[in-house]
């Protein structure tokens, strides 16, 4: 498995706040795009990924990510939202048969590469199993898991960031404003059955309009999703 590098100059504060979210029983669609501000082929797909929050079955039954890679970084300009770790993931796609190969702009639905944006497709298809319900409370920076297994499982936890913006000066995408949504800002992951919690006291500040979460589920070593759950922090 990867390891995680994950480097943040600060963080931010999270209020004293309750909430709770879940999935459906359904199976979640989850979109994740593999990115980077140094890729000249990837604002189109980052805007696409954008318009998903007007989607009403966003944090429904829909999840989108995007994982800013950093092999993109040493021409020109450096990602801000880049890690080390989000290209090992992708590249451990690879390894899984996951995907054909390590790219951006790249898209994985439902642990699938995905290839219709290329053509045009908008539609995304939803899954058709029904792992059952995932269900996700906060209260006072303490973030707990639920969901009806006995097997032993990964519960991975995502800060999203919504509304940012870079103003490109070098690389490919040289005097460009570019703009983000569902940008993985930090992740972590947490082994156990059925429940699972860890600490949301604070979570990284990238000057972004809104944070969101994600939460998804996959069997040790593998990176295929069992179920998904998202939602807005504030």
């Known amino acids: 498995m990867y390891r995680l590098w994950l480097i943040f100059i600060c963080l931010l504060p999270a209020p004293i706040l309750a909430l709770e979210f879940s999935s459906d029983a359904g199976k979640t669609t989850v979109v994740e795009l593999y990115t980077s501000e140094g890729c000249s082929s990837c604002p189109p797909a980052d805007k696409w990924l954008s318009s998903l929050k007007s989607d009403p079955d966003l944090f429904k039954t829909l999840l989108p990510m995007a994982f800013h890679v950093d092999y993109w970084d040493g021409l020109g300009w450096s990602d801000r939202f880049a890690s080390e770790a989000y290209s090992q993931r992708q590249r451990?796609?690879?390894?899984?048969?996951?995907?054909?190969?390590?790219?951006?702009?790249?898209?994985?639905?439902?642990?699938?590469?995905?290839?219709?944006?290329?053509?045009?497709?908008?539609?995304?298809?939803?899954?058709?199993?029904?792992?059952g319900i995932l269900s996700v409370s906060l209260n006072d920076g303490q973030l707990a898991i639920r969901f009806d297994s006995n097997e032993t499982l990964m519960a991975h936890v995502a800060v999203l960031g919504m509304g940012l913006g870079s103003e490109v000066e070098a690389g490919e995408n040289r005097g460009r404003r570019l703009e983000h949504d569902f940008v993985v800002l930090d992740k972590r992951q947490l082994s156990g059955q059925q429940y699972w919690q860890t600490s949301l006291a604070a979570w990284p500040d990238k000057q972004q309009q809104q944070t969101a979460i994600a939460v998804w589920l996959t069997r040790p070593g593998s990176l295929e999703v069992i179920q998904a759950a998202g939602g807005y922090l504030e």
């Not at 390894?95 to 590469?113: A, D, K």
């Open 92 to 131: 451990e796609m690879v390894r899984q048969g996951i995907l054909s190969q390590v790219y951006t702009p790249g898209f994985v639905v439902n642990s699938r590469e995905w290839r219709g944006w290329f053509n045009g497709q908008t539609t995304l298809k939803k899954p058709d199993s029904m792992p």
